[in-house]
């Protein structure tokens, strides 16, 4: 921490003022002292003030009108204040001291041993408010850099992952051996899941540092489900399709249809993995809403509630709550912050007792 911590005396009388200082003298306190409430205003607004101590009634602005310019003022409203005045006690000026923002009330001759417990307890806080927002900040600054760190790391990593799948794909083309070719094909595999969670890398920097925008235009909703489905298409055993697709109504709006592309991917790919294999997963797009379109992906089995409540945090599976992770992790946050930055909302339903559940993303068509 930078310094003493700052006390603001305030009195019309000289006498006092000295008094006050002498009271207060000690290496971790400096105390500046006010003549009127005018020159009060201007210390306030030169140094952080840990506490203050007001005379109520001085000459021109007195204590409580200087108060109250002090709480309308950003810089200066949490300084807390403490009233010291020589009049006789009265209810009515007790409570104008506490209403214009005075955190205690001490009547003349005051005990000095109470002023001084009283003044320390509020330097203890000032310092400890010092010491948290340096370490807010120190954190903020550590986030940053991790964030930076990514995005770097994955920029970085995309070039050298492309020469690897580019060669494993010649390879897988070209061999002729089986184990060659069977090797190749993993390495492709690899690298493509790999390649995943650096896009997802990448994605994470975007959203934390308020860098992912949207490039929107009108567009046709259904050939870009339609094509998501396509990619995904797993029959069952005895050919049965494991995926079903519907769409009704006008599915045109105003999207960014590659983001959203990343959404219903990562909606089928987890319904897909994580549903019941003996159940389609069904993908339906109601249109009938005039300013709202909206996606669902249903599929088999259910999701624990205390998932349910944690399943749209970065760095969070299911999966890798069982130790057995296929990603980062960070799919439906990143899908959540899409859907979020169109100005729609996604919404989880789960039921163990129907054995359903279903992922419904609302987005305006405008």
């Not at 030169?46 to 310019?69: I, K, N, R, S």
């Not at 007790?94 to 009330?105: C, L, N, P």
């Not at 991790?146 to 494993?168: Q, W, Y």
């Given at each position: 921490m930078n310094g003493p911590a700052k006390v603001l005396l305030v009195d019309d009388i000289e006498q006092n003022l000295i008094a006050l200082e002498a009271l207060l003298a000690q290496p971790d306190i400096e105390a500046l002292r006010a003549r009127s409430g005018s020159d009060a205003l201007e210390l306030l607004l030169?140094?952080?003030?840990?506490?203050?101590?007001?005379?109520?009634?001085?000459?021109?602005?007195?204590?409580?009108?200087?108060?109250?310019?002090?709480?309308?003022?950003a810089r200066t409203r949490h300084v807390p204040i403490?009233?010291?005045?020589?009049?006789?006690?009265?209810?009515?000026r007790?409570?104008?001291?506490?209403?214009?923002?005075?955190?205690?009330?001490l009547y003349k001759p005051f005990d000095p041993h109470i002023l001084r417990s009283k003044v320390d307890v509020f330097i203890e806080l000032y310092q400890q408010r010092q010491q948290l927002g340096e370490q807010l900040d120190a954190l903020q600054q550590?986030?940053?850099?991790?964030?930076?760190?990514?995005?770097?790391?994955?920029?970085?990593?995309?070039?050298?992952?492309?020469?690897?799948?580019?060669?494993?794909?010649?390879?897988?083309r070209l061999g002729a051996d089986n184990r060659v070719t069977a090797s190749a094909q993993r390495i492709l595999n690899s690298g493509t899941r790999m390649s995943r969670m650096v896009e997802q890398l990448v994605d994470i920097a975007r959203v934390r540092s308020g860098h992912m925008t949207l490039?929107?235009?009108?567009?046709?909703?259904?050939?870009?489900?339609?094509?998501?489905?396509?990619?995904?298409?797993?029959?069952?055993?005895?050919?049965?399709?494991?995926?079903?697709?519907?769409?009704?109504?006008?599915?045109?709006?105003?999207?960014d249809v590659d983001r959203l592309g990343q959404v219903w991917s990562n909606l089928v790919g987890n319904a897909l993995q994580h549903g019941d294999p003996a159940v389609p997963v069904e993908v339906r797009i109601n249109g009938l809403s005039e300013h709202a379109l909206t996606v669902s992906v249903e599929s088999g089995g259910s999701i624990p509630?205390?998932?349910?409540?944690?399943?749209?945090?970065?760095?969070?599976?299911?999966?890798?709550?069982?130790?057995?992770?296929?990603?980062?992790?960070?799919?439906?946050?990143?899908?959540?912050?899409?859907?979020?930055?169109?100005?729609?909302?996604?919404?989880?339903h789960s039921s163990e007792a129907q054995n359903r559940t279903t992922f419904e993303v609302s987005l305006p068509r405008q």
């Open positions: 030169q140094h952080d003030f840990a506490l203050a101590l007001v005379d109520v009634q001085m000459p021109g602005m007195d204590g409580f009108e200087l108060a109250e310019f002090m709480r309308g003022s403490i009233f010291l005045t020589a009049t006789d006690r009265s209810a009515v007790t409570f104008r001291g506490y209403e214009s923002g005075a955190v205690d009330f550590s986030i940053r850099m991790n964030e930076m760190f990514m995005a770097v790391l994955g920029h970085d990593l995309r070039n050298p992952l492309a020469s690897i799948m580019a060669s494993a794909e010649l390879i897988s490039s929107r235009s009108l567009a046709d909703m259904t050939p870009v489900c339609a094509r998501i489905v396509a990619e995904f298409e797993r029959p069952f055993e005895g050919g049965a399709t494991r995926l079903v697709y519907h769409s009704d109504g006008n599915t045109h709006g105003y999207w509630d205390g998932v349910v409540e944690t399943i749209f945090q970065p760095f969070f599976s299911e999966s890798r709550q069982r130790g057995r992770s296929n990603g980062l992790g960070l799919g439906l946050y990143i899908a959540n912050e899409i859907v979020r930055l169109h100005e729609g909302e996604i919404r989880v």
